[in-house]
Each structure stands twice: as C-alpha cells, then as structure tokens.
C-alpha cells in the first residue's frame, strides 16, 4: 500500500493553504443568518419580497478581494446560490430569482470573478443542492438535478476559469437518496477540468469520503483530524470551514465573535495536518463586510507575514513536537510552530514564567546549521542528538505576542545541494 500521488489541481489547491468564505444573499438584509427563512418559517411568498430591497449597494468586490488577499488568503468561496435559492449570478432564464432581476440589477459573481482575476485570486463558488426556493427539489427530483446540472452548467462556462466548486445540501435527503452526482461532476470536468470539486458532508459526518470525483474532505465547524491516505485510489485533500461567530450569514445581534489568537491557533492546527483553512466572513444587507471582521482579517494577515511563507507550502513530515507544537518542512528546510510563549520584561509589568525554554522535536534526520525566528531573525541556541532537536525558544520582546511564534531550520546538507 502507498499514498498516492495528489493530482495538480489538488496539490496546487493544498499550497493555497488559507481561504474565504463569503455568505451573502437576501438573508443578509434580515441580519439574523443564512437560515432564517427556514428557521424563522418565513412564507416564501414573503421572503422573495427582499429582492425588491437587495440592492447591493455596498458591495464592492474588489475591495472585498483587496481584503482577502491582505489577510494572506489565496482563495475566495462566494454563496452563489445559497438554501433560500436566490442567485447572485444571471440565472439566464432557469429561473427569475436572481440578483440580475432583483433591486440590484447586477451580475454579483462577474463582479466577484473579474476583481478575484485582477488580484491574482482563485474563485471558487459554492452552490447549495438543498433548496427551499424550487419546489421541485420536494415534488419532482429528478427535475430539480436536471435544474442543478443547468446551473452548474452556467456557472462553468460563463465567468472563465474558475478554482472550484463547493457544494452543500446533500445531507438533507436521507441516506442512499441518488443525486446523480456522476452527472453533476461530469459537468464540471467536461468544462473546468482543473476544478476542485468539493461537496460538505456537514456537522454529522466530517471528512467522510464520497464520490471518486471529490477533491477535498471537509470539516465543517470542526477541528480536522489527519488523513490516512495510505491505499486510497487519489489523494484527496482536506479544508476545514469556520464562522467568526456564530452564524455564516450577517447576525446583526451576534456578538460572539472567535478571538484573533482562536482564529490563529485554528489556521495552525488546519496547516498541522496539511489542511486548508477557509474562514468565513457575512457581509451585511448592503453588502460590506463588518468592521469588526475586517479587523479581524487584517490582524490575521499581519500575523502571516510572520511566518515566511511556511503557512502556504509548508508540509507535515516526519518531525514532530510535543504539545500543539509542530513541524513543516518545504524543499530545502523546516519551520517550526511553536506555542505558550511568553512577554519578557520586569516583573512589575508581565508575567514571564513557564514560556520560554527549550522545545523538544523528534524525527529530526538532517543535521541542523542554522535555527532562528522568522518575524526578527534572531538566531536560536538549538541542540541536536541523534534524530532529536532541542530548540531554546526565547520569550517575545516586550511590546509583542505573535500566539504562534515560527522558526526556520537551516540544515547542513542544503547549502551543498545547492551547489551541485
């Protein structure tokens, strides 16, 4: 048995490492989440009326994409098409329920694609398979896939190239109901052929495996645990999604917000394992993102020039550390993730101990030159004795606390090998 070889797609989806997730749609002029129609039981004919207000006003994707990019992200998942079955894409005739035909009169996914080329951003769609809107999805099935494939259909040929499709709502029909997936992803590879396909298996089944066209596992709201790949027929790649609060779509009450060293520690425990983390952000009814996780993204982003660029191709290998420590190795080094440090200074002002010292790596097999701090470049007194690195993590500067601080290892044999 072995791993297999991940396909280019996958791989070059894996190095993007760290992602956004919008959701945005009618919903977001309630301000109480995606899934206030259903959970508000809200009467269709009631709930379509938001298109006469959805203006979009505020959406501005290229400064949202300018967001993304700042926050270190590589690739952007935008709700195309959430539950409530309204489309921010020209629909062109399946259906009259989209943002074209609404107040707003735009085509919001051109405009999400085209600001996604011009920053060098992969866009991804997602697109729910769950539908409240038609009502084919409850009386006449087969209907409704064949509507489904025509949208997907749409969606692939009419904004170029695109990085992927994420897919959402199969857990909503009971276990063994056909979706005809073959078909829907025969679609996708008949005109992206190097898309991502991803379709959520949800809160109850994370990282299960599905069809032989799936790309990604996912782990919806949940930490992800390491894949054993050992004899799969592909590789497939994992991406775990999470809110900053507690809803996806905008809760203009929701007040719940993850700390920023949460959101970090979560991207480095996603990158521990190799998955990718997409971090979610909702728009409000207008459609800017709030200011509170703007914020938060910038932050984020300032935390990932840190890192030197580890938190993108950066991969597990064979070095382990203890605790929620870790090892990724690139090319021709490692990066080391290390936690619970400490502030240095006097003690009449921060409370030092139990931080700094020496961290321990097994399964280190290359002799070590060289070990430093990535976010100053401060050189590390290390200790190396047969596959073990001990490494004497020095406490942050007084005026700084990157949560998560990153060293890079230099080995003897990297110099020589660039040579020859």
Known sequence: MAIPIPEERVARFENMGLGMFIHYGLYSRLGRGEWIMHLGKIPKEEY????????????????????????????ITLTTKHHDGFCLYDAKGLCGYDAPHSACGRDLVRE????????????????????WYQESFENDFDTFLQYLRDSVELLCTQYGKIGGLWFDGNWSKPAGTDWQEDRLYAV????????????????????????????SVTFEQGRPVPMDRDGMPKYVAAEMCHTMNDHWGFGRNDYNYKSLPEIIET??????????????????????VPVMQKAMLEALGSWIETCGGAIYQGKPGKMTGEDRNFA?????????????????????VVVSEGGPGFRHFAGCERKVRSVKWTDNGESLEFVQNGGNLWVNATGYSYGCNYVVRVAEVEFEDQHHNRKL
């Open 48 to 75: 379509v009326k938001l298109a006469d207000t959805f203006t979009a006003g505020e959406f501005d994707a290229g400064e949202i994409v300018r967001t993304a990019k700042k926050a270190g992200m590589k690739y």
């Open 112 to 131: 999400f694609v085209d600001a996604c080329n011009g920053e060098g951003i992969a866009p991804f769609f997602y697109h729910a398979t769950y539908d």
């Open 188 to 215: 996708i590879r008949r005109h992206q052929p190097d898309a991502i396909i991803v379709n959520n298996t949800g809160l109850g089944a994370r990282g299960a495996l599905g069809n032989s066209e799936i790309d």
């Open 267 to 288: 991207l480095c425990a996603c990158r521990k394992i190799g998955a990718n983390y997409l971090l979610n952000v909702g728009p409000e009814g207008e459609g800017a």
């Open 328 to 348: 990724l190795d690139m090319e021709d080094r490692s990066y080391l993730f290390i936690h619970n440090l400490k502030v240095q200074g006097s003690s009449h």
